[in-house]
């Protein structure tokens, strides 16, 4: 039982570049979420996902697109990425909405 | 405009005396509660809840109070232990049809002196 993984640990990119953040849990959860953690800021929702199919904005959606074809990924695309968007993010899941949700180790981000 | 916070930033605490970490918040409506703890280069774990219908919850070194008419939240950890050093977020929810969601507050981050 893994829980919670996300695909890659840490990635590079430049202005402009796009990529994809792969997030994978085996509790069978129906909620997923995307959170963004920068210093001095906790966590920033940035879009979630109430059960397969199904996506919504949080906090601070915009520069970033999911998408949950399968209840058990949740994938978060940067289409062309700003240095702004240097950041650790992270990826939960709970079995009841907003309560406790379990993290992934998170992938560390830097856009030059 | 923060609706959750932690106003220490750091706090240090000798092994084995009671650590107190603050949150306060300021959406009435919140009805949930949660503490994470946070190692380096790993994700947020769930430390311990509580529901607005109550105002004390314990789980064995670890007790968070609650305090509606000041919205304020405590956690107390005792005793500490090195092993406790970490950062702790406080997060909130409110209920909002089938999506309720966690806000947190920016950390606080502990160090349990041996």
């Known amino acids: 039982n893994a829980g919670v993984t996300q695909t890659p640990k840490f990635r590079v990119l430049k202005t402009g570049q796009s990529m994809t953040l792969l997030c994978a849990q085996d509790?069978?959860?129906?909620?997923m979420y995307w959170y963004r953690q920068d210093p001095g800021m906790g966590l920033r929702l940035i879009h979630y996902s109430v059960g397969e199919g199904t996506t919504a904005k949080g906090e601070v959606p915009d520069g970033y697109n999911v998408s949950r074809l399968k209840k058990q990924n949740f994938l978060l695309g940067l289409e062309s990425a700003a240095p702004s968007q240097t950041s650790v993010y992270f990826c939960?899941?709970?079995?009841?909405?907003?309560?406790?949700?379990?993290f992934g180790p998170g992938t560390r981000l830097t856009v030059l | 405009d923060q609706q959750v916070k932690q106003n220490s930033p750091s706090l240090s605490v000798q092994e084995g005396r009671i650590s107190i970490l603050n949150c306060d918040y300021t959406n009435s409506m919140f009805d949930y509660f949660l503490w994470y703890k946070k190692y380096p280069a790993e994700g947020p774990t769930f430390l311990i809840s509580?529901?607005?219908?109550?105002d004390k919850n314990e789980d064995g070194r670890f007790t968070v109070f609650l305090n509606k008419s000041a919205k304020h939240l405590s956690l107390h950890i005792v005793p500490s232990q090195p092993g406790d050093s970490a950062v702790y977020f406080c997060?909130?929810?409110?209920?909002?049809?089938?999506?309720?969601?966690?806000?947190f507050g920016s950390g606080t981050q502990l160090t349990v002196l041996p």
């Open positions: 509790m069978n959860h129906e909620y």
């Open positions: 509580i529901s607005s219908i109550k």
């Open positions: 997060a909130a929810s409110a209920s909002s049809g089938s999506a309720r969601q966690l806000t």
């Open positions: 939960a899941s709970s079995s009841v909405a907003g309560l406790k949700q379990f």
